[in-house]
């Protein structure tokens, strides 16, 4: 019989971390997220609504006992889009607040996903220290999405600890790099493609097509800005068009079970895409963390 943990999914999303549920026995006991879209569409596919609780102030009494959390925070305090204020950003409050939790509170294992430079950041800096004053056992990784065969960049920082045993290297076996073509949707709705106005701008565009090696990294600007947001799909020399939120998330690993509210807009869609996670590598974490 497969063993249940009791998991809490912090900045959750639409749930990246709740995709690996069933694989490996997750009970999603709280979820928190104080975006209202990411939540509808969380509540639509796995039927539970997340907590809109100012994580800011949140006390240890107000969290549910659990195994495992997962945080996924705001990247932007540690970006030169968020001009790289770290601590001093009101956005990073909610995760230090959480970090001052850990050692009341002692979750068996943590797991935690940001940008790249969040490794050198002042805030890495107060977690590792209250992970060591807690006797946890902890590594970090640097890991992108290409190293697990999958056409799309996108590079994250990642933390998996441990109070309950050591955290084993992540080791990527050799893997065959998986087409462009095998995430396209062949049938694409009218709305994705470009017009001749948005045409005259591509200059700063990733144009890529069905054999191409690599997208570059969506973002949730993706629609909204026309510069390193994410590539466009070149179906024609006179069809060109954007990504569906679906095809990214199919990048990202998400089952084709998970689906959007119909209502929704491209931009949204794209949005909560953009802001989140690969759930392969997700996969990885959990199991360097012995579950």
């Known amino acids: 019989m497969q063993k249940k943990y009791r998991a809490l999914e912090f900045f959750s999303g639409i749930g990246a971390f709740a995709q690996l549920g069933d694989e490996f026995g997750l009970e999603i006991v709280q979820a928190f997220d104080q975006g209202q879209d990411a939540n509808l569409v969380y509540e639509f596919n796995y039927k539970q609504s997340p907590s809109t609780r100012n994580l ?35 956005r990073a409050q909610s995760f230090l607040n959480l970090t001052g939790l850990i050692p009341k ?51 994250r920082f990642f933390l998996a600890a441990s109070r309950t045993g050591p955290i084993e290297d992540i080791e990527i076996e050799a893997t065959v790099q998986r087409p462009l073509s095998e995430f396209i949707n062949k049938n694409a709705d009218a709305s994705l493609y470009l017009d001749q106005d948005t045409l005259l701008k591509l200059a700063a565009f990733d144009i890529v097509n069905g054999s191409s090696p690599r997208t570059t990294c969506f973002t949730s600007s993706y629609g909204k800005q026309h510069k390193a947001s994410g590539s466009l799909i070149e179906e024609s020399n006179t069809k060109i068009r954007y990504f569906s939120a679906e095809e990214i998330l199919s990048l990202l690993g998400f089952s084709s079970d998970f689906k959007f509210l119909t209502q929704m807009s491209n ?25």
């Open 105 to 155: 509170i002692l979750p068996e294992r943590i797991f935690i996903e940001n940008v790249p430079e969040f490794e050198q950041s002042k805030a890495m800096g107060i977690l590792e220290k209250k992970l060591k004053s807690a006797n946890y056992n902890f590594k970090t990784f640097n890991l992108c999405s290409t190293e697990l065969g999958t056409p799309m960049l996108r590079r």
């Open 56 to 90: 800011d102030s949140i006390k240890d009494s107000q969290i549910e006992e659990a195994d495992i959390w997962w945080m996924s925070p705001s990247c932007l305090p540690y970006t030169r889009k968020g001009k790289n204020a770290d601590i001093e950003d009101a």
């Open 267 to 291: 931009k949204t869609k794209w949005r909560l895409a953009g802001n989140s996670v690969d759930t392969r590598i997700i996969k990885l974490l959990l199991k360097a963390s012995g579950l």
